[in-house]
């Protein structure tokens, strides 16, 4: 215990140096911004100011990368209290009872309460990551590559089977993923794989420009559709940003419940801050007196989810940071941001650069006052960024697209593959394939085959290293849980509706 | 012909192909002569049975809504039309990002794609927008983080 206590010092100690705090502050403050626009969330985020943390380093990267990520759940909220457009997914369940406040004259309360709320979330939430993250990454010492690869299978089929109706959607897009990370000269035959006799495509794809393809191209082309609706119809005037003692009253004990919920989802792979606040929302409902007041201006309506989406931006990082296993799209982006920093996420990293790891938890202490601060006191002045027409903002990030990309690899051909995967992004739109499941693969691809391989080369080619201990009959009875479960969980429901007629 | 349907042609297009040229990959001259082939080869093989899946699947659903989940060939939308605009700009920008160099080019590409959502009103604010981006990033990537962008010819600044 005590060890975690001098630990989490060190991070202080680095998180509140003037540059790190300076990070801090502009992580959380560009992720509250893009959060707040509709259709663009933190992996737009993180993909699109990746080439800003180049010359920071790794602590001040990886601190600047997680203030854009719970800086984006902060923001998400202010699009959907104020426009009922939500900023980004895990905002959906905000407009709920955020808009009728706002419809109401309640606006001020309701940005306050968010804020708050999300401010709590966060921080409980950043306590039981301190206490959780090194248990699990010793635990994780112990597993071999066998059990490696179906841990990373596990949390790729989680994730594509998300959705009961998407799920074949979802699996084909994780084995496009998977077949993408294979290209290129294999390193342990020097074997050109899947190059088509193309030099370029010898030192393999990489998967940070098809990220940027895919999120901030391909995003930004399908929100041509909406650029030309008449601008929004925005309340610009402001009283004081505060909530009364009733709120407060009828809030806290929803949020108390919402915050370990949704770390608990966030940690989770697949589930992500969307499902979290949807689920803390329907938790709240059914546990309150008056449900008949929720999605008319419920302030504790509002309250959950935002706990909950804040908890859980938390809670996906442990899985990233311990394992180097990205459970979202989010960390998935923010994994392949360290690698290209040369760490290796990972049980390691805790050990080896504990300043790091530890960096990053204490910046999040401090990066959650300073979004307190961002988003209550000068809240008035930063939702205005949302008067700005989408008409012109939305063309730039199509220029910082193409500028992440040059500084990714200082070269012009990489431009036309993002462009492709720009194309590929509106196809998967349009063919309802969640993007998650593709991101994930094309991640963890090259780290499972190796897994897989030397799994193979330790059991001299015998199959049964992956089934022949209990470690890894429990991530294949994981695995195929989390594939069966929606099915399970949907028949379920339809056997209870059958017994109620 | 619905988007599943495309979506499971093309995925058991991709699959067969990955797959078959996977197991036609040359064997390696040293290590362990397949090591590189086994997993791309399960790669192919399940990426077909998943598309075969959402074929047969979507073969035998009867849903009535099969009108609204398909594309509409014929003339494109608007829409439609601006994203190929958007497309044709960023190929021109990918062609003339050396040649003309970071800040010429940017001017160009951002103006075009400003214009096109913008229209001819506000063409001031297009053009400032477009002029302040790009002399805005060049000198935060080339002076500040020390990235270097193509530079402008004959000037050469």
């Not at chain 1, 804020?115 to 010793?138: E, L, Q, T």
């Not at chain 1, 546990?287 to 999605?295: D, I, Y």
Request: glycine content about 12%.
């Amino acid at each position: 215990m005590n060890e975690v206590f001098s630990q989490l010092f060190l991070g202080f100690q680095v998180a509140l140096t003037p540059i790190n705090i300076m990070w801090t502050t502009l992580g959380g403050v560009l992720g509250t911004i893009i959060g707040m626009l509709p259709g663009l969330g933190p992996a737009t985020g993180v993909a699109v100011l990746l080439p800003l943390t180049f010359k920071m380093g790794p602590v001040g990267a990886m601190i600047t990368m997680a203030g854009v990520y719970y800086g984006a759940m902060f923001g998400g909220s202010r699009a959907s209290i104020l426009l009922n457009t939500p900023g980004d997914g895990a905002a959906i369940a905000t407009c709920f009872d955020g808009y009728p406040m706002t419809q109401k004259g309640r606006a001020e309360a309701a940005l306050a309460m968010s804020a708050v709320a999300s401010f709590i979330g966060g921080m409980i939430a950043n306590v039981a990551m301190v206490f959780v993250a090194v248990p699990v990454a010793k635990f994780s010492l112990k597993f071999g590559p066998a059990e490696y690869t179906l841990l990373m299978l596990f949390a790729l089929a989680a994730t594509a089977a998300m959705s009961k109706e998407k799920i074949l959607q979802g699996f084909i897009g994780m084995v496009f993923g998977l077949m993408i990370s294979t290209i290129g000269l294999d390193g342990l035959t020097g074997v050109n794989r899947f190059t088509f006799n193309i030099l370029e495509l010898m030192g393999g794809i990489d998967f940070l420009i098809i990220i940027i393809g895919i999120y901030a191209l391909g995003e930004v082309f399908k929100s041509f559709k909406s650029v030309h609706d008449p601008s929004y119809k925005m309340q610009t005037k402001f009283g004081k940003i505060t909530f009364t003692k009733e709120d407060w009253k009828r809030s806290w004990p929803a949020i108390l419940r919402s915050t370990p919920l949704g770390f608990f989802i966030g940690a989770l792979p697949g589930a992500g801050g969307t499902m979290a606040a949807l689920m803390a929302y329907n938790n709240e409902k059914n546990l309150s007196k008056h449900p008949e007041e929720f999605g008319k201006g419920a302030i504790e309506g509002l309250a959950a989810p935002e706990a909950a989406n804040n908890a859980s931006s938390v809670g996906a990082l442990i899985p990233m940071m311990t394992l180097g296993i990205p459970g979202s799209g989010t960390t998935a982006v923010m994994l392949g941001a360290l690698l290209m920093l040369g760490l290796q996420p990972g049980p390691l990293l805790f050990t080896k650069q504990p300043e790091v790891a530890w960096g990053m938890i204490a910046s999040m202490f401090i990066g959650n006052f300073i979004l307190l601060i961002v988003n209550m006191p000068m809240a008035s002045i930063l939702v205005r960024v949302l008067s700005v027409p989408a008409k012109v903002l939305y063309p730039l990030i199509l220029g910082l697209a193409f500028i992440g990309t040059y500084a990714i690899t200082n070269s012009v051909v990489d431009f036309f593959i993002l462009i492709a995967f720009g194309l590929i992004g509106i196809f998967l739109d349009k063919a309802k394939i969640p993007t998650a499941p593709l991101i994930l693969g094309g991640i963890v691809g090259s780290t499972m085959e190796t897994s897989f391989r030397q799994a193979l080369m330790l059991s001299d080619g015998s199959p049964k290293i992956f089934y022949g201990s209990t470690v890894t009959i429990v991530l294949i009875g994981l695995t195929i849980f989390s594939i069966a479960w929606p099915f399970v969980a949907g028949a379920i429901k339809s056997a209870k509706r059958a017994r109620k007629a | 012909m619905t988007w599943n349907m495309i979506t499971g042609l093309v995925a058991t297009l991709i699959g067969a192909a990955y797959g078959w040229s996977a197991w036609n990959l040359p064997r390696a001259t040293f290590g362990n002569p397949t090591g590189h082939i086994v997993y791309p080869a399960i790669l192919g093989a399940l990426m077909t049975l998943l598309g075969l899946a959402l074929v047969v699947k979507e073969l035998l659903s009867k849903s009535p809504s099969k009108a609204k989940n398909s594309p509409k060939f014929g003339a494109l939308t608007r829409h439609g039309k601006e994203i190929a605009i958007a497309i044709a700009a960023s190929l021109c920008y990918a062609l003339l990002f050396e040649p003309l160099g970071y800040v010429i080019a940017t001017i160009l590409y951002l103006g075009a794609v400003l214009f096109l959502v913008n229209g001819r009103v506000k063409v001031a604010r297009t053009v400032i927008v477009a002029v302040a981006f790009s002399v805005g990033v060049y000198v935060l990537f080339s002076v500040l983080l020390g990235i270097q962008l193509p530079r402008m010819p004959i000037l050469d600044i």
